[in-house]
């Protein structure tokens, strides 16, 4: 860990692990077997090939996660011996938010688990001296009602910054529930989010400790994106 002064978190107080742990809009997934997965990830030595496979498999179980209290409406379906059927369906329209560029490791899940539902796309780019985000593209609707709830979708909750950042585009013409999912998580940038938005969940699949002094989440995954599409 540095020990810059000049450093960006120098000075901010974090909240602890366990002043966040407990709040009642975060689900940290219990699965053990998810744990073994993310701890491929979590290891540097793991090649492009395998991060991208293990990443979204793990994001597929985010995603069913915090889909698993969606309302649901029936269609008529036909059983294996042609008899009627009710099939369930998602009662109300759930789009998905992607920052780019990690985000779309969410995107195989997404399309996968919610075919019909739109995603579209956020650009923020994080200043690495001031943690402060910047928006360079943006394709959400400018129309009112175009969902009833948003999966904001990336990998690494560190500060929050970025989270926040996407969560007030959204609120531009969204006043519904919004699901921020992410692979891991830091307590400040949970903390961050809950208190920014009082319609936000948060849904991980752990919650690290802290972040060190650069806003990196620690022990965390490194540069998720990077490690995605193989720029380290």
Not at 91 to 114: D, K, M, N, Q, S
Not at 184 to 192: D, E, L, S
Not at 210 to 215: A, E, S, T
Request: proline share 5%.
């Amino acid at each position: 860990m540095s020990s810059n002064s000049d450093a960006p978190m120098t000075g901010r107080a974090q909240p602890s692990h366990a002043e966040v742990a407990g709040h009642e809009r975060l689900t940290i997934i219990e699965n053990n077997l998810a744990l073994t997965l993310l701890a491929k990830l979590r290891d540097r030595r793991t090649d492009v090939a395998a991060f991208n496979a293990i990443a979204a498999e793990l994001a597929r179980l985010v995603v069913y996660e915090a889909c698993k209290d969606i309302a649901l409406a029936t269609k008529w379906g036909e059983g294996f011996d042609g008899s009627p059927l009710d099939l369930q369906i998602p009662a109300r329209v759930i789009a998905g938010v992607t920052v780019l560029r990690a985000g779309l490791i969410f995107e195989p899940a997404f399309r996968l688990l919610l075919p019909a539902s739109p995603l579209y796309q956020l650009g923020l780019r994080r200043n690495e001296e001031t943690l402060e985000p910047t928006i360079y593209a943006d394709n959400l609707p400018n129309e009112r009602s175009w969902a009833d709830r948003v999966l904001l979708v990336d990998p690494m909750l560190a500060t929050g910054g970025t989270a926040t950042a996407a969560i007030d585009v959204i609120r531009r013409n969204h006043s519904g529930r919004i699901d921020a999912l992410a692979l891991v998580a830091a307590p400040y940038g949970v903390r961050a989010v809950i208190d920014h938005d009082a319609n936000t969940h948060v849904t991980a699949l752990a919650l690290d400790d802290h972040l060190n002094d650069l806003g990196y989440i620690v022990p965390g995954l490194g540069d998720a994106g990077d490690r995605y599409f193989g720029t380290v």
